[in-house]
């Protein structure tokens, strides 16, 4: 092949329209925290992941959300604190990406996409949901 026609060939490979948007809301909640969020929190959720050591704060264990938060599983927190968008943060840096601007890009940052973090999120949450330890027993410990 010419030289020209190398280019063109690179051209266009680098042109063609991006299989745009990604569809992580056909992801299951386990799925998406496997991928985005086991690297920091664990493979269990435990805070334990390969990433946490490198972070200058502790990496929370996701599993005690329910004890720590109360009885009620605080869905509407949860989906605050992982989206990031509107989160006031108190003590400084967020070390936590802002996923709701993340999962927007990842998904095609169009109205739709908007659409789709909401489904990401709440995947996520009913994930985050059933591996809560369960309540501690008042006699026992
Ligand atoms: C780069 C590391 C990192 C990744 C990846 C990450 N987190 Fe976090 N996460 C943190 C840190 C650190 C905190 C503590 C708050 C902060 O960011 O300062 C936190 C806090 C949280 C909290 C609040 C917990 C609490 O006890 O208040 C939730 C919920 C959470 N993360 C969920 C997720 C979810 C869901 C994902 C994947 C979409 C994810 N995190 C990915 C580092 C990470």
């Given at each position: 092949?010419?030289?020209?026609?190398?280019?063109?060939?690179?051209?266009?490979?680098f042109?063609?329209?991006?299989?745009?948007?990604?569809?992580?809301?056909?992801?299951?909640?386990?799925?998406?925290?496997?991928?985005?969020?086991?690297?920091?929190?664990?493979?269990?959720?435990?805070?334990?992941?390969?990433?946490?050591?490198?972070?200058?704060?502790?990496v929370?264990?996701?599993?005690?959300?329910?004890?720590?938060?109360?009885?009620?599983?605080?869905?509407?927190?949860?989906?605050?604190?992982?989206?990031?968008?509107?989160?006031?943060?108190?003590?400084?840096?967020?070390?936590?990406?802002?996923?709701?601007?993340?999962?927007?890009?990842?998904?095609?940052?169009?109205?739709?996409?908007?659409?789709?973090?909401?489904?990401?999120?709440?995947?996520?949450?009913?994930?985050?949901?059933?591996?809560?330890?369960?309540?501690?027993?008042?006699?026992t410990?």
């Amino acid at each position: 092949m010419s030289r020209g026609f190398y280019l063109l060939f690179i051209m266009m490979i680098f042109q063609s329209p991006q299989i745009h948007a990604q569809a992580f809301e056909e992801y299951s909640g386990e799925e998406t925290f496997h991928r985005f969020c086991a690297s920091c929190h664990g493979p269990e959720g435990h805070g334990d992941g390969p990433v946490a050591s490198g972070i200058p704060i502790m990496v929370p264990d996701l599993t005690l959300l329910k004890r720590r938060m109360g009885d009620e599983f605080p869905e509407a927190v949860l989906r605050r604190i992982i989206d990031g968008r509107n989160a006031v943060v108190y003590h400084g840096t967020r070390y936590m990406p802002v996923w709701g601007y993340e999962f927007w890009v990842e998904e095609g940052a169009d109205p739709e996409a908007e659409e789709n973090v909401e489904i990401i999120i709440s995947n996520l949450i009913e994930y985050l949901e059933s591996i809560q330890a369960p309540a501690r027993d008042p006699v026992t410990e």
